[in-house]
């Protein structure tokens, strides 16, 4: 099997997957009991917020462990809401972002908020004029992803973090796709909230963090427990946290290395099917864009057969979001930055982890260059097209 | 997520390709749902569907319903053409997700699509046949866009 869809989730590494086993047999008390026997809980607790806290230039107290992204998008969109209201209620997003965020801002819209959603460029690059002349007075919050999921853009998170700060308006970023990913400093940036996941960076999945700056104003998400400073109640979940503190080490151990080994990577493929296929085209942007993300679309062709063939090859790929996948609708971060419906309904995914090699790759586009052909051979779109490209050469003829 | 005989009709697809001077065709869909279907049809004086073609821009679910609609087609007088529903084309693939359904009936839209066709070219009206709704040219300024 060839697994280019690192975006929908990573590999476990081994080192993640042994750092939770202690907690889910000998050291399973409760991180609050008092007694000794908790102690070991306790401190891999510990040891990984600081170790969060530390990788995003912040401070310990400063991160809140989750269920994951989305539970740390809805818990930062809505409670920053909730309690700022009695400034204004005003948010900014931006027309790219997951549905955790999307769809929050949607909610609140209903509950009597006012959202504005900004448009972004054909690369997929927040358009940072109409980002601006949307502030207003009753602002609160502005929240923008570090990073796309589908097509990899990486947005200028500092300069949005300064604008933010100069208006004081609290700002979030969703940063489940770029941390660990790329750098990313809270302190550098201005960013007030972000959002991380840990099956994103080889960590287990149902287990996520917030990064709260001290002094922000935020309602608690769940009630019922003294956990996270009785901002998160529940009792925590210890080996996906210990997981994910060891996932987030490995990852950051080798993050240099490995943006380097993915870019080269990255560009290779994007060459090669570039070169190689006719009627393609890169979704986003071609240097800002994350080191492992790949995103075509392919003229003529329509996304899930492509994936069925994929499959079929052993290769996993993803046609957009994979929370997309069950819609009928093209994806919404392909029509914002201005495909038509039926190109962006050929768009196909391909993520890389540090794992991947040239000879994936290779094999990959070898595939991929057949199950194209096969597909356009059998379609009516790519059939009209080559009558009209006929009755046009004809025509030069004459 | 798709039953057997789905990815046998979408793995070995029958039917594919175009027929030259068709006595019918028919074009169904259109490229913002992610589906168009077009089929082609050849019927013999006794209007006998003596072969079936089609060519299809969709989902694993829109290849294999097109392949399928053409094989119950095949063979069959124009009468028991207009008996292929969209129903029959799901029971014959031992049916499909939800979210899948409305491909059947774009198989079902494309065999009359191509039977309507027909008729207007000969002048002949089919019992049961009404006008097909299609909304192909939908959005074609923006399929020229740059590459």
């Given at each position: 099997?060839?697994?280019?869809?690192?975006?929908?989730?990573t590999r476990?590494?081994?080192?993640?997957?042994?750092?939770?086993?202690?907690?889910l047999?000998?050291?399973?008390?409760?991180?609050s009991?008092?007694?000794?026997?908790?102690?070991?809980?306790?401190?891999?607790?510990q040891?990984?917020?600081?170790?969060?806290?530390?990788?995003?230039?912040?401070?310990?107290?400063?991160?809140?462990?989750?269920?994951?992204?989305?539970?740390?998008?809805?818990?930062?969109?809505?409670?920053a809401?909730?309690?700022?209201?009695?400034?204004?209620?005003?948010?900014?997003?931006?027309?790219?972002?997951?549905?955790?965020?999307?769809?929050?801002?949607?909610?609140?819209?209903?509950?009597?908020?006012?959202?504005?959603y900004?448009?972004?460029?054909?690369?997929?690059?927040?358009?940072?004029?109409?980002?601006?002349?949307?502030?207003?007075?009753d602002?609160?919050?502005?929240t923008?992803?570090?990073?796309?999921?589908?097509?990899?853009?990486?947005?200028p998170?500092?300069?949005?973090g300064?604008?933010?700060?100069?208006h004081?308006?609290?700002?979030?970023?969703?940063?489940?796709?770029?941390?660990a990913?790329?750098?990313?400093?809270?302190?550098?940036?201005?960013?007030?909230?972000?959002?991380?996941?840990?099956?994103?960076?080889h960590?287990?999945?149902?287990?996520g963090f917030?990064?709260?700056?001290?002094?922000?104003?935020?309602r608690?998400?769940?009630?019922?427990?003294?956990?996270?400073?009785?901002?998160?109640?529940?009792?925590?979940?210890?080996?996906?946290?210990?997981?994910m503190?060891?996932?987030?080490?490995?990852?950051?151990d080798i993050?240099?290395?490995?943006?380097?080994?993915e870019?080269?990577?990255r560009?290779y493929l994007?060459?090669?099917?570039?070169?190689?296929?006719p009627?393609?085209?890169?979704?986003?942007?071609?240097?800002?864009?994350?080191?492992?993300?790949?995103?075509?679309?392919?003229?003529?062709?329509?996304?899930?057969?492509?994936?069925?063939?994929?499959?079929?090859?052993?290769?996993?790929?993803?046609?957009?979001?994979?929370?997309?996948?069950?819609?009928?609708?093209?994806?919404?971060?392909l029509?914002?930055?201005?495909?038509?419906?039926?190109?962006?309904?050929?768009?196909?995914?391909?993520?890389?982890?540090?794992?991947?090699t040239?000879?994936?790759?290779?094999?990959?586009?070898?595939?991929?260059?057949?199950?194209v052909?096969?597909?356009?051979?059998?379609?009516?779109?790519?059939?009209d097209?080559?009558?009209a490209q006929?009755?046009?050469?004809?025509?030069?003829?004459? | 997520?798709?039953?057997?005989?789905?990815?046998?009709?979408?793995n070995?697809?029958?039917n594919?390709?175009?027929i030259?001077?068709?006595?019918?065709?028919g074009?169904?869909?259109?490229?913002?749902?992610?589906?168009?279907?077009?089929i082609?049809l050849?019927?013999?004086?006794k209007?006998?569907?003596?072969?079936?073609?089609f060519?299809?821009?969709?989902?694993?679910?829109?290849?294999?319903?097109?392949s399928?609609a053409?094989e119950?087609?095949?063979?069959?007088?124009?009468?028991?053409?207009?008996?292929?529903?969209?129903?029959?084309?799901m029971?014959?693939?031992?049916g499909?997700?939800?979210?899948?359904?409305?491909?059947?009936?774009?198989?079902?839209?494309?065999?009359?699509?191509?039977?309507?066709?027909?008729?207007?070219?000969?002048?002949?009206?089919?019992?049961?046949?009404?006008?097909p709704?299609?909304d192909?040219?939908?959005?074609?300024?923006?399929?020229?866009?740059?590459?």
């Amino acid at each position: 099997m060839i697994y280019l869809d690192n975006a929908a989730t990573t590999r476990p590494v081994p080192g993640a997957v042994e750092a939770m086993m202690p907690y889910l047999t000998d050291y399973y008390g409760n991180p609050s009991s008092i007694y000794s026997f908790s102690e070991k809980s306790r401190q891999v607790i510990q040891d990984t917020r600081d170790y969060i806290a530390q990788s995003l230039h912040a401070q310990s107290g400063e991160i809140y462990f989750t269920a994951g992204g989305s539970e740390s998008d809805n818990w930062a969109i809505k409670a920053a809401a909730e309690a700022y209201a009695f400034k204004g209620k005003h948010i900014i997003t931006s027309k790219i972002e997951h549905h955790a965020v999307l769809h929050t801002c949607q909610y609140l819209e209903k509950q009597g908020y006012e959202v504005t959603y900004v448009g972004v460029d054909e690369n997929g690059v927040i358009n940072m004029e109409e980002l601006k002349a949307a502030v207003r007075e009753d602002t609160i919050l502005i929240t923008v992803m570090a990073a796309n999921n589908e097509i990899g853009t990486i947005q200028p998170i500092k300069e949005i973090g300064e604008l933010a700060k100069a208006h004081g308006i609290l700002f979030h970023t969703d940063a489940v796709q770029a941390y660990a990913q790329i750098p990313l400093d809270v302190e550098e940036m201005h960013i007030d909230m972000l959002s991380g996941s840990g099956h994103k960076f080889h960590g287990p999945k149902g287990i996520g963090f917030l990064y709260i700056r001290k002094g922000v104003k935020i309602r608690s998400f769940v009630h019922g427990g003294a956990q996270e400073r009785a901002r998160r109640a529940g009792t925590e979940n210890v080996p996906g946290i210990a997981g994910m503190g060891a996932a987030a080490k490995y990852s950051f151990d080798i993050l240099e290395e490995k943006m380097k080994k993915e870019t080269q990577l990255r560009d290779y493929l994007i060459d090669r099917v570039l070169t190689e296929i006719p009627y393609v085209r890169l979704n986003g942007d071609r240097k800002k864009r994350l080191p492992g993300n790949a995103n075509f679309s392919f003229r003529f062709v329509e996304g899930e057969s492509m994936l069925i063939h994929l499959d079929q090859k052993g290769i996993c790929a993803s046609s957009g979001s994979a929370c997309t996948s069950g819609s009928l609708d093209p994806s919404h971060v392909l029509l914002a930055i201005g495909l038509p419906h039926e190109i962006a309904h050929g768009s196909l995914r391909l993520t890389l982890s540090e794992e991947t090699t040239r000879e994936e790759l290779d094999y990959v586009v070898d595939n991929l260059k057949e199950i194209v052909a096969y597909i356009r051979n059998m379609s009516p779109l790519y059939e009209d097209f080559v009558r009209a490209q006929g009755q046009k050469e004809a025509e030069h003829v004459q | 997520m798709y039953s057997e005989k789905v990815m046998d009709h979408f793995n070995n697809p029958r039917n594919v390709g175009e027929i030259e001077n068709a006595s019918g065709v028919g074009t169904v869909g259109n490229a913002k749902c992610g589906d168009i279907m077009r089929i082609y049809l050849d019927i013999d004086d006794k209007g006998i569907i003596r072969d079936c073609k089609f060519k299809t821009f969709g989902c694993g679910a829109a290849v294999a319903t097109s392949s399928m609609a053409t094989e119950l087609v095949k063979g069959k007088s124009i009468e028991e053409a207009m008996q292929v529903t969209n129903k029959a084309v799901m029971e014959a693939l031992d049916g499909l997700p939800p979210v899948k359904v409305h491909c059947s009936l774009l198989a079902e839209e494309a065999i009359h699509a191509a039977l309507w066709d027909y008729a207007e070219k000969n002048h002949i009206t089919i019992a049961g046949l009404s006008k097909p709704k299609s909304d192909i040219h939908e959005g074609e300024e923006a399929e020229e866009e740059e590459y």
